[in-house]
């Protein structure tokens, strides 16, 4: 389970942080740290730039962008006048049969920016909605098409995919799904690219890993048998595991393996879009075509909720026809408040060049972390542009991990309070192995990238002492 950042400030009697205590139900977190008096609820009231400040008046740099979310910083006053001129104008109206200017225009841009035929655009409130709308549209196109039987869904170990309970079939993190079972059938699991936990014999040849990974894919699609499989659900790089990115050639065999059985391949972009990576889509920075992509968080830097599922020209022609539609959808898909959002977000990313400075910047970025392998507690830093993991081992030579005793003290009894202390709101997560997990406003440079690692760099030597 995810660690929440656990603030330690003197909260005093009637402060913020004890009604929050007393009547906010967080997401994903153990209150019992809280009822116990063990700690306090961090409470973040404002952020600038590339820093957000609590309620007693402390600085954090934000290292995960809220949670991979606010890629143009903190503070934007345009974003905020642009959600507000939005709802002076039309502060709401469905896109159950009507439309409305701000999502047909970022429906437009959208297509614009989406690889090859991907056109068509239909908004959620969020990732997961995404999520859950594309395995919908899969089953739905496969019954139209005259292959009523596809409707099970590949995706990998230890991978997040949202908390609908169809996107949480898709998820491959069992503790997220044992309290909810029995889910959606038809989620079938194949392994993730963990390089640094391949196959010993597949570890120093990551062209070789790639394609092993890859084939497990088209051995799963056999195993269920092809006429039941609707879609093949990824990341471009996946977030849960502490950031894996695609090896050599895993997503070209992965395409070929889909097109031979007729297997959808969605792309999902919840985190990777929106310059995480370096391009708008993530899928085009690692030069692989999906017929549909999910994406979320990063379209409106989070000043505002919006998600999109975008699909190919050809998943929606049955839907031109007849009588025929998806009957699907969600009161504040595509709100024009958060379409105005994106649209002045995307705007800012333009402007301001972020794409190129991602692109520039995230092997800098990466050499600063990489300096860490020097920390016996470091066992790997991978990632791609603006978006990285560092693997805490017991064990440098044997990789060894820590146990569930360890990783518990490790990760939730010191690491995440003592990053947050001293400054760096991160995420120190045991979903797979112990990481902890960067994904920073795509606005810093080699000021921050030194900060975040001057930061770990004492934190994970004082964790080394105390184990
Ligand atoms: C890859 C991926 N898919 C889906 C989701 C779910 O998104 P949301 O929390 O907006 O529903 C997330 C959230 O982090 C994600 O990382």
Same mark, same amino acid.
């Given at each position: ?6 603030a330690f400030?003197e909260?005093g009697?009637? &402060? ?20 116990s ?10 952020g ?5 400040w ?9 290292g ?8 143009v ?11 507000a001129? +939005? ?13 409305h200017p ?11 920016s989406? !690889?090859?035929?991907l ?12 999520v ?6 899969a ?5 139209l098409?005259g ?7 590949? &995706? ?7 908390t609908p309970?169809?996107?949480l079939?898709i998820?491959?993190?069992?503790a997220?799904?044992?309290m909810? @079972?029995?889910?959606?059938p038809?989620?079938?699991k194949v ?14 040849d ?8 890859a084939?497990r894919?088209e051995?799963a ?16 790089v +996946?977030n849960?595991?502490?950031?894996f990115?695609? !090896?050599?050639?895993y ?6 393996i ?20 370096g ?6 920075d690692?030069?692989? +075509? ?14 505002? !909720? ?9 998943l929606? @022609?049955p839907?031109k026809?007849?009588t025929?539609?998806f009957?699907?959808g969600?009161t504040?898909g595509?709100?024009?408040? &958060?379409?105005a ?6 705007d800012?990313? @333009?402007r301001?060049g ?8 995230g092997?800098a970025f990466?050499?600063?972390l ?8 470091v ?6 542009g ?7 081992v ?16 490790l990760?939730r ?12 709101y ?5 979903r ?5 997990q ?7 440079? +080699? ?7 001057g ?7 004082e ?5």
């Amino acid at each position: 389970m995810t660690t929440s950042p656990q603030a330690f400030s003197e909260a005093g009697k009637d &402060s913020l942080a004890e009604k929050a205590r007393d009547h906010l139900w967080m997401h994903f977190t153990r209150h019992s740290t809280y009822e116990s008096g063990a700690g306090h609820v961090p409470v973040i009231t404002r952020g600038e730039g590339a820093y957000v400040w609590d309620d007693q008046g402390r600085r954090y740099l934000d290292g995960l962008a809220g949670l991979f979310t606010v890629q143009v910083g903190h503070g934007r006053q345009e974003l905020a006048d642009a959600a507000a001129a +939005q709802a002076r104008e039309l502060a709401f109206f469905p896109l159950w049969s009507y439309a409305h200017p701000r999502a047909i225009e970022l429906a437009e841009r959208l297509a614009a920016s989406a !690889p090859g035929d991907l056109n068509r655009v239909f908004f959620t409130t969020g990732g997961g909605e995404a999520v859950e709308t594309a395995w919908k549209l899969a089953k739905q196109y496969w019954k139209l098409v005259g292959k009523p039987m596809k409707h099970k869904v590949i &995706s990998r170990n230890v991978a997040y995919h949202g908390t609908p309970q169809g996107a949480l079939s898709i998820t491959g993190i069992p503790a997220a799904k044992e309290m909810f @079972e029995p889910l959606v059938p038809g989620g079938f699991k194949v392994p993730n690219t963990n390089l640094y936990r391949a196959p010993e014999h597949l570890r120093d040849d990551a062209k070789a890993f790639g394609l092993w990974a890859a084939n497990r894919i088209e051995e799963a699609i056999e195993f269920e048998g092809p006429d039941t499989v609707a879609a093949v659900f990824l990341e471009p790089v +996946q977030n849960s595991g502490g950031c894996f990115p695609p !090896p050599p050639g895993y997503f070209d065999r992965v395409r070929e393996i889909c097109d031979k059985y007729d297997v959808l391949l969605v792309s999902d972009e919840t985190i990777c879009a929106f310059g995480r990576i370096g391009g708008m889509f993530a899928c085009e920075d690692l030069k692989y +075509q999906p017929d549909i992509i999910t994406c979320a968080k990063g379209m409106t830097s989070g000043y505002s !909720p919006i998600g999109a599922m975008i699909a190919t020209e050809r998943l929606f @022609e049955p839907f031109k026809h007849g009588t025929t539609y998806f009957p699907h959808g969600y009161t504040f898909g595509g709100h024009p408040v &958060s379409a105005a959002v994106a649209m002045a977000n995307l705007d800012i990313f @333009e402007r301001e060049g972020l794409y190129t400075h991602v692109r520039e910047n995230g092997p800098a970025f990466r050499a600063t972390l990489e300096k860490l392998l020097d920390l016996p507690i470091v066992g790997d830093v991978r990632g791609e542009g603006f978006f990285y993991g560092i693997e805490l081992v017991k064990d440098k030579t044997t990789r060894e991990s820590f146990n569930d005793d360890e990783s518990e003290r490790l990760l939730r009894g010191f690491l995440s309070k003592a990053l947050f202390d001293a400054g760096l709101y991160c995420r120190a997560d045991d979903r797979g192995d112990p990481v902890v997990q960067l994904a920073p406003p795509l606005i810093i440079g +080699q000021k921050e990238f030194d900060e975040i690692e001057g930061i770990l760099r004492n934190v994970l030597t004082e964790a080394w002492s105390i184990l």
